[in-house]
């Protein structure tokens, strides 16, 4: 599978071209990114204040039994991701048994009585009416060995955008493939033949820098728990995923039966079961090892919600990217480039006095514009901010594109939480698969499985980072006509 490979490549030589000059289009040498006319100072010279790196310290010390996981689910559509987390949240102890039968009650009078372990995790109006979950639906939970944040993504091609900004945040996945006859056939090649999400998924989690990953083969019972339909999908998807860049030493294979609960948290008691002798869907998740905590690097915190706090004033929502913050400090709020204070601090639920990097938290702000607080904003350290880019240089791979990409062509950036439209205003170079040298200059258009430089001119200015300097903001996707054509990482910044 060629173009699996070169995707494998791109992310073991990430490094590579970091440092590479690109051509600048015909527009003008661009100038780098800045904040004001301050020029932006090099992130290298950031150190953790005293305070706040003892802080840190104290918490880390606190919580080594338990480490924090940012879990995402991923999955075709009809896969049963919300059905199986909804399952486990309740064998865990997490939703009481009158919660069940409540919505096993509201599933049956909406003429949906197979939906109603979903519905615990599904809870918009939207979701429950089309069956398929739209939002990024968030919960926490422990098990004996991990702190999880749970990130249940939406599997329908029409919400991808949703499902990047939720794998954007996480260290591991759970990959929901369905198992019934003609299911994963279906979320892997596609009603046409041109790929499903199954495919798409894989390709951006590990674009979005997951690593690990757990695939689970659900609604095996409806193959009567067929051991060799479960070897069949594994023999099909495992060369896939290697050339995606997921090593075969960093993937789990189970299977799990949501409704029934058939090895979420212990091992399967189901007979037709018996020849499996690996994990429990929880087991899996014990094995997921957590990122370490870029608290070394300024405070960066993309936004994903924002909503009226309890005690007055305005929250936001999000991941902690690096760095950390307490009561009290100051921060700014790119792109609008205003400076306010945290007023309060909520992680994982609870009042907290500090956050940071890895951590999932809810921030009140004082002296901030509520209207310039907003998705895909990030909050950062008021003397490193996150740069602002007008253009961008990227190296990227093209996936499995029907047509070619060409200069000037139309295409929708995604980067953390944040997503803006621009275009292809520069092809500089293709470069060669294995070497990542350039092979050819200014290229007349871009082909499946090509890896190239380009420039990408933005409508708006937009919250970026370089690979090399912030990883966690300088992995981008390019869509177009709702599918995926390209992923990559960022090599220069330009205002």
């Given amino acids: ?122 809870e918009r109006p939207e979701e429950r009416a089309r069956g398929v979950t739209v939002d990024v639906a968030t919960t926490r939970f422990q098990t004996s ?72 083969i659900s609604k095996l019972d409806t193959c009567d728990f067929s051991q060799q339909r479960f070897q069949d999908i594994e023999a099909t998807l495992l060369p896939f995923l290697k050339g995606c860049g997921f090593r075969p030493g960093s993937i789990q294979w189970l299977p799990a039966v949501g409704p029934t609960g058939q090895n979420l948290v212990k091992p399967p008691t189901e007979p037709e079961l018996s020849w499996f002798k690996g994990p429990s869907v929880v087991a899996a998740i014990n094995a997921f090892k957590p990122s370490e905590r870029a608290t070394s ?100 791979l093209v996936l499995d594109v029907s047509r070619p990409i060409l200069r000037g062509q139309q295409v929708t950036l995604h980067a953390h939480a944040s997503q803006e439209t621009g275009h292809m205003s520069h092809l500089v170079s293709l470069l060669d698969c294995k070497t990542f040298e350039v092979s050819k200059n200014k290229p007349r258009c871009l082909l499946k499985g090509q890896s190239a430089m380009v420039e990408v001119t933005l409508s708006r200015t937009m919250c970026i980072e370089t690979y090399k300097d912030y990883r966690a903001l300088g992995r981008v996707a390019f869509r177009d006509s709702g599918r995926t054509i390209a992923v990559g990482t960022v090599i220069q910044v330009f205002n």
């Fill in 1 to 122: 599978m060629p173009l699996a490979a070169d995707v494998a490549r791109l992310h073991l030589h990430d490094h590579a071209l970091t440092n590479e000059a690109a051509e600048p289009s015909s527009k003008g040498p661009p100038r780098p990114a800045s904040v004001g006319n301050q020029p932006q100072r090099p992130i290298q010279e950031y150190q953790l204040e005293r305070d706040l790196q003892a802080a840190c310290d104290a918490l880390a010390s606190a919580e080594q039994a338990q480490p924090k996981l940012h879990l995402v689910v991923l999955g075709h559509v009809d896969a049963g991701k919300s059905t199986l987390m909804g399952r486990l949240l309740h064998d865990l102890g997490y939703v009481s048994q009158k919660a069940v039968h409540k919505h096993e009650k509201e599933a049956a009078q909406a003429g949906k009585a197979s939906f109603s372990w979903a519905w615990l995790l599904d």
């Fill in 145 to 216: 060995q991990r702190n999880v944040t749970l990130l249940d993504a939406p599997g329908h091609r029409d919400f991808v955008p949703n499902m990047i900004a939720g794998a954007a945040q996480a260290d591991a996945a759970l990959l929901l493939v369905d198992g019934s006859p003609g299911g994963f056939e279906s979320g892997f090649e596609g009603s046409a033949g041109g790929g499903g999400q199954t495919r798409e998924h894989a390709q951006l989690a590990r674009s979005l820098g997951v690593e690990q990953l757990a695939v689970v």
């Fill in 297 to 396: 690097k300024p405070f960066r915190m993309p936004i994903t919600d924002v909503f009226k706090g309890q005690r007055g004033g305005i929250s936001v929502g999000g991941k902690l990217e690096g760095g950390a913050v307490k009561v009290g400090t100051p921060v700014r709020v790119m792109p609008s480039n205003e400076i306010g204070t945290v007023r309060s601090i909520e992680v994982d639920g609870a009042t907290a006095t500090l956050a940071r990097a890895g951590d999932t938290a809810d921030l009140t702000l004082a002296g901030v514009e509520p209207a310039v607080l907003n998705g895909g904003a990030v909050l950062c350290h008021p003397e490193w901010p996150v740069p602002l880019a007008s253009r961008i240089i990227a190296r990227l």
